[in-house]
């Protein structure tokens, strides 16, 4: 394990804390009587007070020093005596332990009382410290110059979505975004209990995915030695409830899909279902809406969210239009009563990417995407899909070909899909099998298979059900201002990170290296032999361990060999 200077020297400051008996990782509970919060809303001047917390600043003179300390509701000033904390003839606590031993980041407790200074600073006068956990990796520090310009902030995305735990220590605000996330789900919740809905739980594992559209993750049960995949969707499992007798039921559910990556797409995120009986889409426009706005306004204390250089406005009702009239008004092409090879020549002339597997829905999705998403910024419903589009919901009272469904697009992303529920299973297995007609046409988002216990549950009847499901994570990216789903996931699904070579070097392969240093230009290998001086079975030992370190490479360019450092 290779440390670096300052790490080795906080091991160093926790090996003479262990010499001078000072546990560094205590066992027994630190009782916290106050916050740095509830500090500065009851200030009260000599009011004796214990706290807890990470030291992130001091400023050291002699025997007094300003620190801040930050706990989980913010920072407030304390301040260090010498005379204070150490009332006796020995000064140890304060000489050594508080000056030389305890560094930036290290969690500690204080006890003491409050007073204010000169400049009127709410201030904790340190009576006592404990030291709760010594930190062996430094916190990155961001400093300030003479110009106002900030240098050193930790803000590199991948290391802050890496290291959570770091951001969310020294950028502070990036807790307000996972607040504001708890207090949608905490909004939703109460909106949906105070109508009288349950809140459930269904599989993650289910040996068949359904519910959706999109590729699943599969792994194997080993016991039962049977394929099971992560969950696409709960949608089939919340209809089951509602044949069993439930008139309304929700769940906030983590769903996985085997797709690709970007700023508003994670493998793992987190949708919200809800089944109501004996409700349409219609219905569900109204209520969505309503919830909306009632969200929107539990969140941010507005109905409104700002997100890049939009307001938007989460105030009901909003604007209803059919994919049909939105494909014509941007496109100037009427998808009504058209074939696929129709949808198919149109698709191509307007520059859409196509290609043989898609369907007729497939086809109508991408040009609705690529042409029509984008126009739609404050909260639309999209209504009225293609039956091709939508294998789960009803077929249109009123309108051929079309079903009864609606998404709701706000700055030209869906954030929120809808049905009036499909409950005739006979409509249903045709719908299904006409699905797996296109998983065996190559569609790979297609279902490819038929749930038969659905169908059952069908059967024995569901009542008339609206669903509607929402995006959670993006829906709390526009009400938070943040374009990226990375930055309102805690941890976001990465790369494996990549490792550095630990590679022990002798003398042999640092007389290697120090040559390869020498000049910017490459080398070539028998150049690097020669000028080693090394034996033919050093060379060969000195560069097989730089190679396999991944130090340096050796290739092959036309009739030259060459090696260079990685």
Known sequence: ?????????????????????????????????????SIKQNFSESKQVKIAGRLMSRRIQGKASFAELQDSTGKIQVYFNRDEICTGEDKTLYNDVYKHLLDIGDIIGIEGE?????????????????????????????????????????????????????????????????????????????????????????????????????RPFITHHNALDIPLY??????????????????????????????????????????????????????????????LEFCATSVNGSSESVFGEHTISWKAPYPRVSMTEAIQKYTGFDITGKT????????????????ETMGKGKLIDEIFGEKCEGNFIQPTFITDYPIEMSPLTKKHRSKEGLTERFELMVCGKEIANAYSELNDPIDQRERFEEQLKLAEKGDDEATGFIDEDFLRALEYGMPPTSGLGIGMDRLIM?????????????????????????????????????????????????????????????????????????????????????????
């Open 478 to 566: 526009f009400l938070t201002n943040n374009p990226s789903i990375q930055e309102v996931l805690f941890f976001p699904q990465m790369r494996p990170e990549k490792t550095v070579p630990q590679v022990e070097l002798g003398e042999d392969e640092k007389v290697i290296l120090e040559i390869l240093n020498s000049r910017e230009e490459v080398f070539s290998l028998a150049e690097v032999k020669e000028r080693s001086q090394l034996s033919g079975k050093k060379w060969d030992k000195a560069s097989k361990t730089l190679t396999k370190g991944g130090l340096v490479k050796v290739e092959k360019i036309d009739e030259s060999v060459l090696m260079k450092l990685v």
């Open 1 to 37: 394990m290779q440390l670096s200077e300052q790490e080795i020297i906080r091991r160093e400051k926790l090996t003479k804390l262990v010499e001078m008996g000072i546990n560094a990782f205590p066992a027994e509970e630190y009782t916290v009587t106050d916050t740095t919060e």
């Open 230 to 291: 992560l969950r696409i969707a709960n949608e089939l499992y919340l209809k089951r409830l509602i044949v069993g007798g439930f008139d309304g039921v929700y769940e906030f559910s983590k769903n996985f899909r085997n797709e690709g990556m970007d700023r508003t797409h994670n493998p793992e995120f987190t949708a919200m279902e809800i089944y109501v009986a004996y409700k349409d889409y219609n219905w569900m426009m109204d209520y969505t809406e309503k919830l």
């Open 114 to 214: 409050l007073f204010t200074t000169q400049v009127g600073e709410m201030t904790v006068l340190v009576k006592n410290f404990t030291l709760l956990t010594k930190t062996l990796r430094p916190l990155p520090q961001a400093k300030t110059d003479e110009n106002g310009v900030v240098h050193d902030a930790f803000n590199d995305p991948e290391m802050r979505y890496r290291q959570r735990y770091v951001d969310l220590t020294v950028n502070p605000q990036v807790k307000d975004i996972f607040v504001k996330r708890t207090k949608l789900f905490n909004a939703m919740r109460t909106f949906f209990n105070d109508a009288g809905y349950f809140e459930v739980e269904t599989p993650i594992l289910q040996s068949i995915p359904g519910g959706a559209a999109a």
């Open 340 to 355: 696929e090879q129709e949808l198919f020549d149109f698709a191509k002339s307007i520059g859409i990417e196509v290609n």
